[in-house]
């Protein structure tokens, strides 16, 4: 699981900042602490502790797999909490996986310039290490948006985006994107409440990547193919990559899109509409 990457997995401790514009983002931090413990026999060693999990003399590998089992157990309750309030408001909720750089943003933005704002309202969950780049182009392509800064963190966990629903406030029977960090391994193990993973891989990357992350497409519903239009130039079978992903999850679909030159953006468009229908009934 997540903490054996070395990222902690705990993300407990939040603040959220607003710039001039009221733009807001949150920055998440990890919780954990180096922390000095001088011994009986006079040695002084120092190791992170997290308030979280309290005892601080315990060292952290000692309690790994229980510590494991707790972050997972209590990101799931907060998943439970947030899958509750989206289908109190009939709010569909996805959450976009992918490799760094297989066009998510550029998706969600192409979604949105495209979209009938009254059949289909869209607000975006941004999340990065650093930097607030993609919920500003999320912002320039009409949509509201809230960025999470994850720091070291490797995902986005159920209580950031729980944290981020409070400063966003989907509207009832809007669709709520969710982009997570740039990952494909840690996020598949982080329910955040969605309806759906979506997976997005792009034409620019490995056809085997099904077969090498199986986790994350295991936990996808829809796999989406993006930059198609770079087929003619690359080396990416697309039916061997569609073949693969239904080797590791027979259920999963697949939509061939270029989210810059349009391909396939009908299809997914009424992929959306019609998850957005199930989510309102
Ligand atoms: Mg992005």
Redesign the pocket.
């Known amino acids: 699981m997540c903490t054996t990457c070395g990222c902690g997995g705990d993300h407990s401790h939040m603040h959220s900042h607003t710039d001039e514009k009221g733009n807001v983002t949150i920055h998440a931090t990890d919780g954990h602490h180096e922390h000095e413990h001088t011994h009986a026999d006079g040695t002084t060693h120092s190791h992170a502790h997290s308030h979280e999990h309290g005892e601080g003399h315990d060292h952290p590998h000692t309690h790994k797999i229980s510590v494991e089992q707790d972050i997972l157990s209590r990101n799931n309750a907060i998943a439970a909490h947030n899958r509750e309030m989206f289908a109190a408001k009939k709010i569909l909720a996805l959450n976009f996986v992918s490799s760094p750089g297989s066009g998510?943003?550029e998706l969600l933005s192409a979604t949105i310039r495209r979209a009938d704002p009254k059949k289909l309202p869209i607000t975006v969950i941004?999340g990065?290490q650093e930097t607030s780049n993609?919920a500003d182009r999320i912002r320039s392509a009409g949509a509201r948006s809230i960025q999470v800064n994850t720091g070291k963190g490797c995902h986005l966990d159920a209580a950031m985006v729980h944290e981020a629903l409070h400063h966003l406030d989907p509207a009832p029977g809007s669709a709520c994107l969710i982009?997570n960090v740039?990952n494909l391994v840690c996020p598949a193990e982080f329910d955040l409440g969605e309806a759906h993973k979506v997976v997005v891989i792009s034409v620019t990357e490995g056809e085997d990547k099904p077969l090498k992350y199986p986790d994350m497409f295991r936990a996808a519903d829809l796999m989406i193919i993006n930059k198609v239009d770079l087929l003619p130039y690359v080396n990416f079978n697309i039916d061997k990559c569609e073949e693969y992903a239904r080797r590791v999850n027979p259920k999963i679909r697949a939509i061939r899109v270029s989210a810059t030159k349009g391909d396939g953006m009908d299809q997914w468009l009424k992929w959306l509409e019609a998850e957005l229908i199930l989510a309102s009934i």
């Open positions: 998510k943003t941004e990065d993609d982009e740039g």
